[in-house]
T-cell receptor, first 113, second 112 residues
Framework: QQPVQSPQAVILREGEDAVINCSSS?????VHWYRQKHGEAPVFLMI?????EQKGHDKISASFNEKKQQSSLYLTASQLSYSGTYFCGTVLIGSSNTGKLIFGQGTTLQVKP | DAGITQSPRHKVTETGTPVTLRCHQTENHRYMYWYRQDPGHGLRLIHY???????DKGEVSDGYSVSRSKTEDFLLTLESATSSQTSVYFCAIGGQPAYEQYFGPGTRLTVT
């Protein structure tokens, strides 16, 4: 049930772009994206819901392919502050009334000057 | 930032002792969640609550119990702590199911 994230790790230079993918084997109601810096709590970035609704940061974009149960997070013109571990969390169709999140294992992003 | 605090922030305890972690929110959100985070496993849901006195199990609930007697407080209890429960515990709150969740600062628990 745990979604699979790829890549596991990525290293960028400032200004470069990155894509993080999240894939589930189950039908999804929503996909959430969080960023966590070392020693801190996860911070909400974006949510994509079945049917096309999205909420999140202006500078971060994402897509949700409902048929393939896949989501991608797009980080453009990366900044040093983008460094951290990115988690996708999925809410299955059957859990839409509870909000039970199942998280992927995370993608570590390091942005270098 | 959402008004959510956790206490204690750090705790060291011995195997076999009971431990209670507290999550307190000032946002009046209906939904509250307890997760544990371990290297290689990411974040895993322990228990959640969808209202006062309404709770249910998550994917790793064995050895844990919860209680919610007030909207603002969600308690996680380890009845008899084991070394496998050494972890970082995060509480999260949400206004609506399946929508964004906001995490507390976490509690680092070490069971010796």
């Amino acid at each position: 049930q745990q979604p699979v994230q790829s890549p596991q790790a990525v290293i960028l230079r400032e200004g470069e772009d990155a894509v993080i993918n999240c894939s589930s084997s189950k039908a999804l109601y929503s996909v959430h994206w969080y960023r966590q810096k070392h020693g801190e709590a996860p911070v909400f970035l974006m949510i994509l819901l079945k049917g096309g609704e999205q909420k999140g940061h202006d500078k971060i974009s994402a897509s949700f392919n409902e048929k393939k149960q896949q989501s991608s997070l797009y980080l453009t013109a990366s900044q040093l502050s983008y460094s951290g571990t990115y988690f996708c969390g999925t809410v299955l169709i059957g859990s839409s009334n509870t909000g039970k999140l199942i998280f992927g294992q995370g993608t570590t992003l390091q942005v270098k000057p | 930032d959402a008004g959510i605090t956790q206490s204690p922030r750090h705790k060291v305890t011995e195997t076999g002792t009971p431990v209670t972690l507290r999550c307190h929110q000032t946002e009046n959100h209906r939904y509250m969640y307890w997760y544990r985070q371990d290297p290689g496993h990411g974040l895993r849901l322990i228990h959640y609550s969808y209202g006062v006195k309404d709770t249910d199990k998550g994917e790793v609930s064995d050895g844990y119990s919860v209680s919610r007697s007030k909207t603002e407080d969600f308690l996680l209890t380890l009845e008899s702590a084991t070394s496998s429960q050494t972890s970082v515990y995060f509480c999260a709150i949400g206004g609506q199911p399946a929508y964004e969740q906001y995490f507390g600062p976490g509690t680092r628990l070490t069971v010796t």
